[in-house]
C-alpha cells in the first residue's frame, strides 16, 4: 500500500523550520528521484547549485529530503521500510544511507548535479547545505549570509539538550513563533549588552584557553545581570555571547576546517 500509493512529496522533521516555499527549487530539478540534504559543514558550491557529490561526504539526512513517484524512489522506499521491519535496533538514518550509498556514480549528466545512486538507476541529488541548512551551517556558520543566499529551510542538528533547546535555536534567530503571552513576564524584563575588551576578541591565538577568557569575562556579567533581575523581580532575557571555539561531540581543532566558521563569532 505504502507504495502503490506513493506521490512526490517533500518531507521535513518537525526539527525542521521553512523560511521560504522550496518547491520552485525543487521544480529545477525534474530528472531527480530523490534530493536528499546532508550533514555536510563545509560548502562544495558557493552558490545554489546541488552540493558536488563527489566532494559531499556528510551523512544523507532524512531531516529534509524530496522524493519523486517514480519506479527507482519507489523500490527505494519499499526495501528502506522492510529494512526497518526487519530489525528495530537499525536507525532509519543509517538504514537509509547503507541503501542509498550501495552504488554512487557516475553522474546522470554535466550540468545537473544529479548522481545515479542506490541501484544504479535512482536520479540523486544533494541539497546545499548553505540554503537547506543543518543546525552548524545555519547557526554557528551563518553561511547563507556569508555567501549572500536566502536560506529555504533549517534542520536543528548540531545541539546538545533535545526539543527545548531546538526551540531556542529557533527562538534566538527570530524564526520561531511564540504566542504573545509568552512575551508577558510578570515583573517585566531586564536586558542589557555585556561589554567585552577588545584584546579577548583578537590577541593571542584561538584556543581553549583564550576561548575561556572571553566567555567567562562575559558570564561573570551575567551573574551580576540575574543577580539585579532577581531583586527587581524580572526575567533577564539573555543576550548574545561570543566564542572562540565550536562545540562538538567529538574531539576536534577548535572550528572544522573547511568550514566558514569566523573565529570569534557568535555563540548559538
Excluded at 67 to 86: F, G, V
Excluded at 207 to 214: P, T
Aim: charged share 20%; proline share 6%; net charge neutral.
Amino acid at each position: 500500500m505504502y507504495t502503490q500509493f506513493f506521490a512526490a512529496t517533500f518531507f521535513s522533521l518537525l526539527a525542521m523550520f521553512s523560511e521560504q516555499n522550496p518547491i520552485p527549487y525543487i521544480a529545477c530539478f525534474p530528472q531527480a528521484d530523490v534530493l536528499t540534504s546532508t550533514g555536510q559543514v563545509s560548502p562544495t558550491v558557493t552558490d545554489d547549485r546541488l552540493e558536488d557529490w563527489q566532494q559531499a561526504g556528510g551523512a544523507y539526512n532524512i531531516g529534509i529530503f524530496h522524493w519523486r513517484s517514480t519506479d527507482p524512489s519507489k523500490k527505494l522506499a519499499k526495501e528502506w521500510k522492510e529494512t526497518l521491519l526487519a530489525d528495530d535496533k537499525v536507525w532509519d538514518q543509517y538504514g537509509y544511507n547503507k541503501l542509498v550509498r550501495r552504488k554512487i556514480g557516475p553522474p546522470v549528466d554535466e550540468d545537473s548535479g544529479l548522481v545515479y545512486a542506490y541501484d544504479g538507476n535512482l536520479k540523486l541529488g544533494f541539497l546545499p547545505a548553505s540554503i537547506f541548512c543543518s543546525g552548524h551551517t545555519y547557526f554557528v556558520q551563518s553561511m547563507y549570509q556569508q555567501l549572500r543566499l536566502e536560506p529555504y529551510a533549517i534542520h536543528t542538528t548540531f545541539q546538545y539538550a533535545g526539543t527545548g533547546w531546538k526551540c531556542h535555536r529557533l527562538r534566538e534567530a527570530m524564526v520561531f513563533y511564540d504566542p504573545p503571552e509568552y512575551y508577558d513576564a510578570p515583573g517585566g524584563f531586564l536586558t542589557f549588552k555585556p561589554s567585552v575588551l577588545k584584546s579577548l576578541f583578537l590577541d593571542g591565538e584561538h584556543n581553549i584557553e583564550s576561548h575561556f577568557d572571553l566567555v567567562n569575562y562575559q558570564m561573570k556579567q551575567i551573574r551580576i545581570a540575574l543577580a539585579i533581575a532577581s531583586l527587581l523581580n524580572r526575567t533577564l532575557v539573555m543576550p548574545t555571547l561570543w566564542c572562540r571555539l565550536d562545540r562538538l561531540w567529538f574531539g576536534h581543532p577548535g572550528v572544522l576546517a573547511g568550514t566558514l566558521t569566523r573565529q570569534p563569532f557568535l555563540c548559538p
